[in-house]
T-cell receptor, first 114, second 115 residues
Framework: RKEVEQDPGPFNVPEGATVAFNCTYS??????FFWYRQDCRKEPKLLMS???SGNEDGRFTAQLNRASQYISLLIRDSKLSDSATYLC???????????????FGKGTKLSVKP | GAGVSQSPSNKVTEKGKDVELRCDPI?????LYWYRQSLGQGLEFLIY????????KSGLPSDRFSAERTGGSVSTLTIQRTQQEDSAVYLC?????????????FGPGTRLTVT
């Protein structure tokens, strides 16, 4: 099983749509979870951390299910500017490195159309 | 404040030459990471430094790759005897490393092309 798995997409949605991305991780000991976005030919940028109770930032909602080792990102009222690749990120535990090393999924590509 | 900076932004080199890539982390960040990303691919972890601890080199693909971090701040990634498969974007990130807060902030990357 891959450490962090995401559906690569692409997800093609119209403006205003609601879209959800899912991610699974393999190490049950992981403690920190994030979503990053990466625009074409740009560096990844932190979108939001994911907290155990779930958290919301404007149109973005992140959920964590530790029992199923599953993370989700919901985007409401999609904008053209949301078009990017969304990376699911989990901190590495007991992989021969310390807790601060992050493992990045390969990303889910989102394309929002007018 | 200033973010992570990297130089050069682009580097074209001939196969067999050595290259040095530089990263300036965010001031006060104790952890520094190097990744590379080939076109259309995910991030590949290379190495990270945390404070005065020995670096985690588990991601370096071969002994042609090395990195150092001087004075707990600036880092240099060196690739010796470059090969065409080394062509990629090399990304540096830094992190404050507090408690369970491990958010990493990335620099713009160095695009390396080996001809």
């Amino acid at each position: 099983r891959k450490e962090v798995e995401q559906d690569p997409g692409p997800f093609n949605v119209p403006e205003g749509a609601t879209v959800a991305f899912n991610c699974t991780y393999s190490n049950s000991a992981s403690q920190s979870f994030f979503w990053y976005r990466q625009d074409c030919r740009k560096e990844p940028k932190l979108l939001m951390s994911v907290y155990s109770s779930g958290n919301e930032d404007g149109r973005f909602t992140a959920q964590l299910n530790r029992a199923s080792q599953y993370i989700s990102l919901l985007i409401r009222d999609s904008k053209l500017s949301d078009s990017a690749t969304y990376l699911c990120v989990v901190n590495a535990m007991n992989y021969g490195g310390s807790q601060g090393n992050l493992i990045f999924g390969k990303g889910t590509k989102l394309s929002v159309k007018p | 404040g200033a973010g992570v900076s990297q130089s050069p932004s682009n580097k074209v080199t001939e196969k067999g030459k050595d290259v040095e890539l530089r990263c300036d982390p965010i001031s006060g960040h104790t952890a520094l990471y190097w990744y590379r990303q080939s076109l259309g691919q995910g991030l590949e972890f290379l190495i990270y430094f945390q404070g005065n601890s020995a670096p985690d080199k588990s991601g370096l693909p071969s002994d042609r790759f090395s990195a150092e971090r001087t004075g707990g701040s600036v880092s240099t990634l060196t690739i010796q005897r470059t090969q065409q498969e080394d062509s990629a974007v090399y990304l540096c990130a830094s992190s404050l490393w507090e408690g369970y807060s491990y958010e990493q902030y990335f620099g713009p990357g160095t695009r390396l092309t080996v001809t």
